[in-house]
């Protein structure tokens, strides 16, 4: 069988793509590897209708109502190869199966680099947070932490005083200038140059001269990059973001390949479900009509 689309990956952004083009009675691939990017958090907010939801019941549910269309096609597994052309492509699994689609359709998320900072792995989405639209409100104006990567981490601490007490942790990662030490003191915003050694209890920080403050939750900056490199092996451009990198696309979400697209975390700044579902959505669409023009 030849697939009007082969969606690769099947959390958010894949599956609305994938709701668009069986809405249209087109025939759909998803395969999915299984590994949602916010697999470790508890509950999602800020997504309209699903605020405070689990995000694995908001998953499953999408999935269990694309399962109701009569030409989806839904594969457990992981897109090891893409080859081909527009109206030609093949992919491979990893089981060796291969699959024929006129399109491609890039959703594979993004994998995090994370600060290498004893116990902050273990506590990513849980109370170690990238976004505060997403998890600031349930600190509850507590006290709250911000672990520096770089320089794109200014911008973080300027922000998170809108959800509570914010100490800005340098760790050797970034040196505010003058001016920007003016404007983080002006937000209320204190300033931490020890570095930091570990992570304990639930989002306390132990700095390297012994001290332990203790926050309502953390943030900090992880660098991405698609979780696959599907895309780029088959010839995609990528491109550098003040997030990492991500698959370049244009308006209409094809990328540098003919008949090849990208959504979701992988291809667009910044990240959240919501704006993964609308991304997804808009591919949907846009793929839809490139079958029929």
């Known amino acids: 069988m030849t697939y009007d689309v082969i969606v690769i990956g099947g959390s958010y952004a894949g599956m609305a793509a994938a709701l668009q083009l069986l809405r249209a009675r087109r025939k759909v691939l998803v ?6 990017r916010n697999r470790f958090a508890r509950e999602s907010h800020g997504f309209l209708g699903q605020d405070g939801v689990d995000p694995a019941e908001i998953a499953r549910k999408a999935r ?16 090891e190869k893409a080859e081909g052309e527009k ?27 994370l600060p290498e900072i004893e116990g902050l792995g273990e506590r990513w989405g849980k109370s170690v947070f ?50 920007q ?36 939750g953390l943030f900090t900056a992880s660098r991405v990059s ?3 490199t599907i895309a780029e092996r088959l010839g995609c451009a990528l491109e550098e973001t003040p997030f990492g990198i ?30 993964a579902v609308g991304d997804g959505a808009w591919a949907g669409a846009q793929l839809h009509r490139s079958l029929v023009f």
């Not at 269990?64 to 897109?79: D, K, S, V």
């Open 130 to 179: 990238h976004c505060p639209y997403c998890h600031g409100y349930e600190l509850d104006q507590g006290r709250i932490g911000c672990i520096a990567t770089g320089s794109m981490s200014l911008h973080q601490a300027q922000l998170l005083p809108e959800w509570g007490d914010v100490t800005f942790f340098l760790n050797g990662s970034f040196v505010p200038d003058e001016v």
């Open 181 to 216: 030490r003016a404007d983080l003191a002006a937000r209320g915003v204190t300033i931490e140059e020890t570095p930091v050694a570990r992570l304990d209890g639930e989002a306390d920080v132990r700095l390297s001269d012994g001290r332990l403050l203790p926050f309502a």
């Open 64 to 79: 269990e109502q694309l399962f109701t269309y009569p030409t989806l096609t839904w594969i457990e597994g992981t897109a």
């Open 226 to 228: 698609p979780s696959s």
């Open 31 to 36: 395969i999915d590897a299984g590994k949602r």
């Open 87 to 113: 109206d030609g492509f093949v992919v491979t699994t990893l089981d060796g199966a291969r699959h024929d689609g006129r399109r491609l359709l890039f959703a594979t998320g993004v994998s995090d680099a």
């Open 246 to 275: 991500q698959i370049q696309t244009d308006a209409m979400k094809e990328t540098t390949v003919p008949g090849a697209f990208a959504c979701g975390d992988a291809a667009r700044i910044p990240h959240s479900v919501s704006l």
